[in-house]
C-alpha cells in the first residue's frame, strides 16, 4: 500500500469514528422540519411530530408525570448548548428538555409512525410545534 493510500485510509476511518462522537454530535439540531398533511412541522430524530403545550410558560414545563408519559418531552443531554431558536429549559426533576421558540417540545404517545399528528387539538392545548 502506497504512503497517499494509507494516509487516505487513516483520515476516512478518523472520520467514521470521530463523526459518531459526542463532539461533533452537538453542533446537530435537535430537531428538523416533516411533511404532514398539516403542512411542515417539527419532529425528533425519528421523524415522530413534535408538539407544544398551552399551559407551559416562562420556559418551562407544566408537563409531568403521567402527563410526560403521554407527551414524552424531547430530552437534551446535559451537556446540551442552546442553538438558535433552539434553547434548553429544566424540568422539574432537573432533567433537561428541548425547547423552540422558548416553547418546550414534546412527542405524543399515541402517534404510531412518522407523520402522524394525532396529538394536535387534544384537550385544545396541545398543537403541532410549527418551524
Known sequence: MTSALRITALALGLGAVLSGSPAFAQGKE???TGKTA???VLTDAKGMTLYV???DAGGKSACNGQCATNWPPLMAD???KPMGKYTIVTRDDGTKQWAYGGKPLYTWAKDTKAGD???DGVNNVWHVAKP
Open 38 to 40: 398539516m403542512g411542515p
Open 30 to 32: 435537535p430537531a428538523m
Open 53 to 55: 403545550f398551552d399551559k
Open 78 to 80: 446535559a451537556s446540551a
Open 117 to 119: 399528528t394525532t396529538g
